[in-house]
């Protein structure tokens, strides 16, 4: 009898140990499910024009736009100098997403035409930008988008917006059909 109650303490007791880990992993896990550390992107398409906004850590792209290492295996096409200027800086940044930043509607690529940084805002240690590219199309209808990304942005989290537009006189509802 005081054999059978040691082995079953003994057994609840390992049966706890592995339990208490996974249940720590499972209710953390929610939690930093909810942070995104990689770079999100929203796509706007309206008549004429295509516009996509990207957020991104720039302290994180700028190390790894400095990397040799990140050269030597494919991730970017040439490293950053170290000593260039903060408007040096820019001037690669925006180049780089000129040349490598692939966009297309219906099978025709886009020109990028205007690329804009806006100023840094700091959450803790990240430096959270926001790189504003547009394009302008005269296509009367789009059906398809096409994207590629430049590599050294890494994982990038992309929603495309296209808006609907109508003028509402006063008092008057209007309707929206998705």
Request: aromatic fraction near 6%; glycine fraction near 2%.
């Amino acid at each position: 009898m005081v054999l059978s109650k040691f082995l079953f303490k003994k057994f609840a007791l390992n049966r706890l140990c592995w339990m208490i880990p996974l249940l720590v992993y499972i209710i953390l896990l929610p939690a930093k499910a909810h942070t995104v550390n990689e770079t999100s992107a929203q796509v706007i398409l309206r008549a004429g024009q295509v516009e996509v906004q990207i957020i991104t850590d720039m302290s994180k792209l700028l190390s790894k736009l400095r990397d040799h290492q990140a050269w030597l295996m494919g991730d970017i096409d040439r490293v950053m100098p170290a000593n260039l200027s903060p408007e040096q800086q820019n001037d690669f940044i925006k180049k780089l997403f000129t040349d490598q930043l692939i966009l297309t509607l219906n099978q025709q690529p886009l020109i990028i035409e205007r690329v804009t940084l806006a100023q840094d805002t700091t959450h803790g240690h990240h430096h959270i930008s926001k790189v504003v590219l547009q394009a302008r199309h005269s296509l009367a209808h789009v059906s398809t988008l096409s994207m590629q990304m430049p590599k050294s942005l890494g994982e990038v989290h992309i929603s495309v917006v296209r808006p609907q537009y109508r003028v509402i006189n006063a008092g008057d509802k209007v309707d929206f059909t998705f």
